[in-house]
Nanobody, 120 residues
Framework: VQLQASGGGLVQPGGSLRLSCAASGTIFSIPSMRWYRQAPGKTRELVASITSGGTTTYADSLKGRFTISRDNANHTVYLQMSSLKPEDTAVYYC???????????????WGQGTQVTVSS
């Protein structure tokens, strides 16, 4: 199983960006998908998570600006980011719990990260 993140880039303060992360390989189920971020010199932090049933959670500081969603049929999770601030600059990582077969246990996978830079 691989997670491929995309959509990062340079955006001006106040702008928007949408990140995508697609899981590929042998997949039976993905109960939960998440986005994390890590700014320079800081620890990695959870941004948002979403279950296969659509239940979402967010970091308190990001509620109202970021929206997580997913396409279960295509094993893809999205992060819509709006009203971006310079402090949102970070590498954004996707993460998922994946069951490859009905008889296999859940395993934890990370994507490669995508850089988001908010600057004028």
């Amino acid at each position: 199983v691989q997670l491929q993140a995309s959509g990062g880039g340079l955006v001006q303060p106040g702008g928007s960006l949408r990140l995508s992360c697609a899981a590929s390989g042998t997949i039976f189920s993905i109960p939960s998908m998440r986005w994390y971020r890590q700014a320079p010199g800081k620890t990695r932090e959870l941004v948002a998570s979403i279950t296969s049933g659509g239940t979402t959670t967010y970091a308190d500081s990001l509620k109202g600006r970021f929206t997580i969603s997913r396409d279960n049929a295509n094993h893809t999770v999205y992060l819509q980011m709006s009203s971006l601030k310079p402090e949102d600059t970070a590498v954004y990582y996707c993460n998922a719990d994946v069951q490859s077969l009905r008889t296999k246990p859940l395993l934890y996978y990370w994507g490669q990260g995508t850089q988001v830079t908010v600057s004028s």
